[in-house]
């Protein structure tokens, strides 16, 4: 079993920052590919940024330049550094990794509010 922990989201005025994690514990061999997705009111479930476990990244088009995604593979935890944040950015942001032997694995989501 893995379980994804996400923290970090809240209420921010627009052009502010907010830093979130994602946590994963539980009994795993390997964790691949980490990600960050978001879900705003009424649309679907879209990919905002995924970091592999070598490091490599991939970035939305609405979010290149202003999210950094990182991740600490000893601490099995990603992180989203998110800057310049519009009111659009509002969305419940959710943690999804990929896991060796076990499938995809997703956080219960983190609310991110960005006033204007």
């Known amino acids: 079993q893995v379980q994804l922990v996400e923290s970090g989201g809240g209420l921010v005025r627009a052009g502010g920052s907010l830093r979130l994690s994602c946590a994963a514990s539980g009994s795993f061999f390997r964790i691949n590919t980490m990600g960050w997705y978001r879900q705003a009111p009424g649309k679907q479930r879209e990919l905002v940024a995924t970091?592999?476990?070598?490091?490599?990244?991939n970035y939305a088009d609405s979010v290149k330049g202003r999210f950094t995604i990182s991740r600490d593979n000893a601490k099995n935890t990603a992180y989203l550094e998110m800057n310049s944040l519009k009111p659009e950015d509002t969305a419940v942001y959710y943690c999804?990794?990929?896991?060796?032997?076990?499938?995809?694995?997703w956080g219960q989501g983190t609310q991110v509010f960005v006033s204007s």
């Open positions: 970091v592999t476990s070598g490091g490599s990244l």
């Open positions: 999804n990794a990929e896991v060796s032997r076990f499938g995809i694995a």
